[in-house]
């Protein structure tokens, strides 16, 4: 290529290719210097303000949830610590396999698949979840020993929810899950986002969702250096989180434990209020369910049992299910004919054993009739002829405007959530309820029929509890709760739920003797007699019974009827009768009467609350009750 | 005593022979760069003394090939050009067909009782074997020796690309390349290639997304070349991946301001968001615990450096001397120029280190090696002189 070999001219080319070399080093170099001053000068805020969001995590310290105990400071719902290993699948790249290889350390059963996958299909996509919980400390070890092998899996020591009496009060107390999307967009809605940081479950229903708020806590939080692996080195500023508050209930679970035992496995719902102050004693719903199946996420077995058992524990039946009141309506239709200036105490009809009217038939359970009777004597011995003709007398606005002050047919606003209205049947109701004409006019003679508690008449056993106390209690008219008072468990501070009369039914006091006493004369001569047969104190009350199946003429015999088809056993009762402590109703499904399955209840739950007589067993079935009512 | 005075002075003239062989000022600026090093390193490996211990080792030996080589006049590393280039590229076919690999890429070659990398020697004796071939050819350079150099150079650049180690493909290329530059490549050869690399650049800034969209694969390239090239691009399209080095080391870059966080106060680097904070990325850690301040000095060591040894190219006598020093100092600027382009996210990430600052025994030495042979061309300057 050269063809000068001269070794001058050669130095010369070879120093100007240096000298180029050289100018080339530095512009390269410039350009560096370049890239180093726009990174460390001009963007330097924006990469220090990088630095240090890699450097803090905000870490959430979760509160302890709140206590439940009843009125008497025994614990319904509390907290236990436990470790739970728990995977986060975003970090996982091969879940199964990941698992397969847990389960040599740890013992993962196939119900702990089935359950993290429904876990898996509900969560949150960045959540951590439960593959096991409760480990032992054994398994604890073992996994530490490993854990370098399961990047995205770690072992917590987490709070759960603990109700130590498993299936008691179920209904009331309700039940923890996981924080599902469903929760987490109200959560969101609602502002709490990041109270809820460090969070995975929340009350689902129950006092536990209703009272969401007070037993969660404040959310507390650690400023904490940590490494880009996550770990942290050292806590720059600490928040102490708040825990919970704690529920003082109105609820005795002496009591309640009570009624439980008393339905033994038959279905029904009870609830029993102090009538003074509206505050629930009891509030029963049989079957019940162990609320700690849900706290580890229910897993699909039970799940599917709870769900499609064909008693429906979940069922909340005390709030939720509206069953005909049956005689138990009696009282209430008396007092109300009362109050409108529809009868008078002596008026006394001659009962033939039927009621005609419009050419039909309505009838007594008696045949041939009671004789003469008075509205003493008609709640005695639940005459239906007589109320028959006071529903005609009476009308059906009449009689739906005083049922509503009495607070049938609408929601007593008790502190849980699933309460239904029930139905009080009304000629507006009626339109409402129906869509064709012809279905919606309302009939004279379907009056008739909820004269005596039957036709659309259905009411929850929260709104004949209600009723009851609001009769037991005067006409005062007190909200009905479960929870007494909430306490701060830091503060020591409490704040009372205020047991202030909502209003006054306008009530004639000798009217209302006048139904204490009849009421007070069934437990003793009438329908209930043979219930409180010995009780040491003086107890009110109505037996009811309502269909579950109506029987077209036929005669009714209860025993040889499907189980599912029997009627409801209704009582309605307080006591003591001249300064009621407790009022309650009762329902007893497919029992047959009242009078034997529903008052002998009746008689354990006083006997428990005004001496303090612990049953023996369930309460007893009277077979030889009478069935007239 | 007279016997051990003159045993003491012989060994002085022994010692005073040896160290004569050293360039002062290029044993100043080795001395403070390594110092440097030394005191980053002391940082970036806080958490693993061993390593700052095997660090000080590595010096020690570094420092002792440099001062062995040193003393091997030009004139006799001529001879081992040839027989050191022969073995290198054997070894290097030995790798390719028994060679062990290791993080996916097969580099190692077992011999017996230990393991040895034998693209890291090629690094030297590339340029040795051009400069001494063209050295050779010195008379009558023609097209048909400049060819020639080509195949020599891509031999074993193939080989070392096909491992795959890009990095010190790139190295030993640019050595070779280096040499061949300094020979005389006519200018109507150099300029197109270089019209060509910057038009490449510029296509691939322009059209970066389409090339790195999903599917499209670039012929000749493995997958996770042409990943790396697309991060630089984009980092945040793999803000958990490959990006994340970049992404987190331009933070502590940046983070770092004009004087930095202080020694051992550099949140990137303790914390663990710096990747490779002791090897490839400890610029990194340099330049967010001293910040731009620091970035300079380190610049203006590697300009004096660079510009010391291609001092020592155009003083040398010899042709041969002329290209191996002038390849050298190039390849110690192609080091830094990399490594520091590739941590603050202006070149891809190709594995190179940055020159005597990050950790790693076999490419101290390789470097130190490199100091060694400047300081052999201008020991032989300096004798001719005298």
Redesign the interface.
């Known amino acids: 290529?050269?063809d000068l070999?001269s070794p001058e001219i050669?130095l010369i080319?070879?120093?100007r290719?240096?000298y180029f070399?050289?100018a080339v080093?530095?512009v390269?170099?410039s350009?560096?210097?370049a890239?180093?001053?726009w990174?460390?000068?001009v963007?330097?805020d924006?990469?220090?303000t990088?630095?240090?969001d890699?450097?803090i995590a905000l870490l959430p310290v979760t509160p302890n949830r709140g206590l439940i105990l009843d009125r008497n400071g025994e614990v319904l719902a509390r907290n236990y610590s436990a470790y739970t290993l728990e995977i986060q699948p975003s970090r996982v790249s091969n879940l199964e396999h990941t698992i397969d290889e847990l389960a040599r350390l740890v013992n993962i059963e196939a119900r702990d698949r089935k359950r993290f996958r429904k876990l898996m299909e509900e969560s949150r996509n960045f959540d951590t979840l439960p593959i096991r919980t409760r480990l032992t400390d054994d398994e604890v070890a073992r996994f530490i020993g490993q854990r370098y092998r399961f990047p995205g899996v770690e072992v917590r020591a987490r709070l759960f929810r603990q109700y130590p009496n498993t299936e008691l009060a179920s209904h009331v107390l309700g039940y923890m899950g996981r924080i599902n999307r469903r929760d987490a967009a109200r959560i969101d809605e609602a502002g709490v986002a990041d109270n809820y940081r460090g969070t995975d479950h929340i009350g689902k229903s129950g006092l536990e969702q209703f009272y969401e708020d007070e037993l969660h806590g404040v959310t507390g939080f650690e400023q904490v250096?940590?490494?880009?692996?996550g770990r942290a080195?050292r806590v720059l500023s600490h928040t102490a989180p708040q825990n919970g508050n704690n529920l003082r209930l109105t609820l005795d679970a002496g009591l309640q434990r009570v009624v439980e035992q008393a339905f033994g496995e038959r279905r029904g719902a009870l609830v029993a209020i102090e009538p003074s102050t509206g505050g629930v004693l009891a509030l029963v719903s049989k079957p019940t369910f162990d609320p700690n199946l849900f706290v580890d996420g229910i897993d699909a077995a039970s799940w599917e049992a709870l769900n499609t058992s064909a008693d429906h524990p979940l069922l909340n039946r005390a709030i939720y299910s509206a069953y005909p009141p049956g005689s138990t309506f009696k009282p209430f239709m008396a007092l109300g004919a009362l109050t409108a200036g529809k009868r008078t105490p002596s008026f006394a009809i001659a009962d033939p054993g039927h009621f005609e009217y419009g050419g039909h038939l309505f009838r007594d359970d008696k045949v041939g009739g009671h004789g003469s009777v008075d509205m003493h004597k008609s709640i005695v011995v639940s005459c239906n002829t007589y109320y028959y003709r006071l529903a005609a007398d009476w009308g059906i606005d009449g009689i739906a405007g005083f049922m509503s002050q009495m607070g049938l047919g609408s929601r007593s606003g008790i502190d849980i959530e699933g309460e239904s209205t029930g139905v009080l049947p009304s000629p507006e109701w009626k339109k409402k309820r129906f869509k064709r004409p012809e279905q919606q006019k309302w009939y004279a003679g379907e009056t008739i029929s909820v004269g005596i508690g039957q036709g659309y008449n259905a009411y929850t056993m929260m709104q004949m509890a209600q009723a009851v106390a609001i009769l037991a209690n005067d006409g005062v008219v007190f909200k009905p709760h479960l929870v007494k008072q909430i306490e701060n468990v830091r503060t020591g501070a409490s704040r009372q739920v205020e047991a202030k009369p909502v209003r006054t039914v306008d009530l004639k006091p000798e009217h209302i003797a006048v139904i204490k006493q009849a009421m007070v004369d069934v437990n003793k001569a009438g329908t209930g007699a043979r219930a409180f047969a010995g009780a040491p104190y003086v107890a009110a009350g109505k037996t009811g019974t309502a269909q579950a199946f109506s029987l077209r003429g036929a005669q009714y015999r209860g025993g040889k009827l499907a189980e599912k088809l029997r009627d409801h056993a209704l009582f309605v009762a307080f006591a003591p009768a001249d300064d009621p402590k407790i009022a309650l109703a009762v329902i007893v499904e497919n029992a047959g009467f009242g009078a034997q399955s529903a008052a002998p209840i009746a008689r354990q739950v006083f006997d428990y609350y005004l001496l303090g007589n612990k049953p023996a067993g369930p309460a007893p079935e009277d077979s030889d009750a009478t069935d007239s009512e | 005593m007279q016997l051990t005075a003159s045993k003491w002075s012989a060994v002085r003239e022994r010692i005073g022979g040896v160290l004569s062989a050293l360039d002062p000022p290029l044993l100043a600026i080795a001395v403070l760069l390594l110092s440097l090093a030394t005191l980053v390193m002391g940082s970036a490996t806080a958490d693993f003394m061993h390593r700052f211990e095997a660090h000080l080792v590595n010096l020690a030996v570094a420092l002792s090939v440099m001062l062995v080589v040193a003393q091997i006049p030009p004139l006799r590393l001529m001879q081992l050009a040839l027989p050191f280039y022969a073995v290198g590229v054997v070894l290097l076919i030995g790798v390719e067909l028994f060679g062990e690999t290791s993080k996916g890429a097969q580099r190692w070659l077992n011999i017996g009782f230990t393991r040895i990398q034998p693209s890291e020697m090629l690094k030297i004796s590339v340029p040795l074997m051009l400069a001494w071939y063209f050295h050779r050819h010195?008379?009558?350079?023609?097209?048909r020796d400049?060819l020639v150099a080509a195949v020599i150079l891509l031999i074993p650049v193939l080989l070392i690309f096909h491992q795959p180690d890009l990095g010190t493909a790139i190295l030993v290329l640019a050595a070779g390349v280096?040499v061949i530059?300094?020979a005389?490549l006519?200018w109507k050869l150099i300029i197109p290639v270089l019209a060509v690399g910057v038009i490449a650049i510029g296509t691939l800034a322009a059209e970066g997304d389409a090339m790195c969209a999903e599917g499209v694969e670039w012929p000749g390239f493995k997958a996770y070349q042409r990943q790396r090239v697309c991060t630089l691009l984009d980092p945040t399209t793999d803000p958990r991946g490959s990006g994340f080095h970049i992404i987190?080391s331009?933070?502590?870059?940046?983070?770092?301001?004009?004087f930095g966080k202080g020694w051992r106060e550099g949140?990137?680097t303790h914390?663990?968001?710096v990747p490779e904070r002791h090897t490839d990325f400890i610029f990194a850690v340099m330049?967010e615990e001293f910040?731009?301040a620091g970035?300079?000095v380190l610049?203006c060591i590697?300009?004096a450096m660079?510009?010391r040894g291609?001092m020592i190219?155009?003083r040398s006598p010899m042709?041969f001397g002329?290209l191996l020093a002038?390849a050298i100092?190039?390849s110690f600027?192609t080091y830094a120029?990399v490594n520091?382009?590739m941590v603050?996210?202006?070149l891809p990430v190709v594995g190179v280190p940055l020159p005597f600052v990050s950790y790693g025994g076999t490419a101290l030495v390789t470097l130190c090696i490199g100091l060694g042979l400047l300081m052999s061309i201008e020991a032989q300057r300096r004798r001719r002189q005298r």
């Open positions: 290529m050269t070999h050669q080319r070879f120093r290719r240096v070399a050289g080093v530095l390269c170099f350009l560096l210097f890239r180093f001053f990174l460390q000068v963007r330097h924006y990469y220090a990088r630095a240090e890699n450097r250096e940590v490494t880009a692996a080195v | 010195e008379a009558q350079l023609r097209v400049f280096f530059f300094f005389g006519s987190q331009s933070i502590a870059i940046g983070s770092g301001g004009v949140t990137q914390l663990e968001f330049a910040g731009l970035a300079i610049l590697y300009i660079i510009g291609l190219a155009a042709l002329r002038g100092s190039l600027f120029f520091m382009g603050t996210g202006v």
